[in-house]
């Protein structure tokens, strides 16, 4: 039996799925940041299986715009956390509540 | 597509590591199986008919960005997190939604699962034709992202500079 997309459809939402998981249940800041790249991948991945389904390599190429995003994205992050670490001692987004009113 | 013995293998390797990542609870274990992650889409690439980023994926995703997640883990000392679960009730009721709404787009999918999808011929996706549609077609946005890492560069210069500072 072949492989047809919706096979891609559906693991590609269930990893996307567990990525928002992630963000949401995670209080580790480094854990929700890994859940984020998780949801990116998981976006790449469909947009890598629609290039094949419908034979036109431009899906591959808006991946490398992904990636590039994604990796300026991580590291603006990190330092975001190393210096919110710095301050507060901890990466428990729970102590982050500066802004709360 | 590839084989569905291969596929459903692969999935079960993907869909597991991302659990694990989600549940460990030392944070170095978490960024060890997102590798394990990364390295199965990388291996669903190349079935995808997608080498070149395959092996993108592999160096910039598996290498790179992991080994920056690694290093500030490591950095800050903070492998032993805090508890997994968040304590917000609004966040687990969206949890629970989300959770449903995969439910449905998975049932939707496997509805669909052997009906008239046709698939098209293999398109040639060497990196020449990559660089080729890349250039012609997307000139702007590539230059838009030169200066989207240009802006993370300055922003991450001026940040350290207060870091040392305060």
Same mark, same amino acid.
């Given at each position: 039996m072949a492989v047809t997309i919706e096979w891609y459809i559906a693991l590609s939402t269930i990893l996307f799925t567990l990525g928002a998981l992630g963000v949401l249940l995670r209080r580790n800041a480094i854990i929700i940041f890994m859940s984020v790249e998780l949801m990116l991948n998981s976006a790449n991945l469909l947009l890598v299986a629609f290039a094949h389904h419908l034979g036109d390599a431009t899906g591959q190429v808006l991946v490398f715009f992904v990636m590039t $995003?994604?990796?300026?994205? $991580?590291?603006?992050?990190?330092?975001?956390? $190393?210096?919110i670490f710095q301050s507060k001692k901890s990466i428990d987004i729970g102590d982050v509540n500066l802004l709360r009113g | 597509m590839g084989n569905l013995i291969l *596929?459903?293998?692969?999935? &079960?390797?993907?869909? /597991?590591?991302?659990?694990?990542?989600? *549940?460990?609870? +030392?944070?170095?274990?978490?960024?060890?199986?997102?590798i394990l992650n990364f390295a199965t889409i990388a291996v669903f690439y190349i079935i995808l +008919?997608?080498? *070149?980023?395959? #092996?993108?994926?592999?160096?910039?995703?598996? /290498?790179?960005? #992991?080994?920056?997640?690694?290093?500030v883990i490591m950095l800050l000392g903070t492998e032993q997190g805090s508890g997994v679960l968040a304590t917000r009730r609004g966040q687990l009721w969206t949890a629970a939604g989300l959770g449903l709404v995969v439910l449905g787009s998975i049932g939707t999918?496997?509805?669909?699962? /052997? /009906?008239?999808? &046709?698939?098209?011929?293999a398109a040639d996706t060497s990196p020449r034709v990559l660089a080729m549609i890349l250039f012609e077609n997307f000139t702007f946005p590539f230059e838009v992202t030169g200066i989207l890492l240009l802006v993370a560069v300055v922003g991450l210069y001026v940040m350290s500079k207060q870091l040392r500072k305060g």
């Open positions: $995003v994604a990796a300026a994205e $991580v590291a603006v992050g990190l330092a975001l956390i $190393v210096a | *596929f459903l293998i692969l999935a &079960v390797i993907a869909i /597991g590591s991302a659990i694990m990542m989600l *549940f460990s609870r +030392n944070a170095v274990h978490s960024a060890l199986w997102l +008919n997608a080498p *070149f980023l395959a #092996m993108v994926q592999i160096t910039v995703y598996a /290498g790179a960005i #992991m080994v920056l997640f690694l290093f999918a496997l509805v669909r699962i /052997g /009906g008239s999808s &046709v698939q098209a011929a």
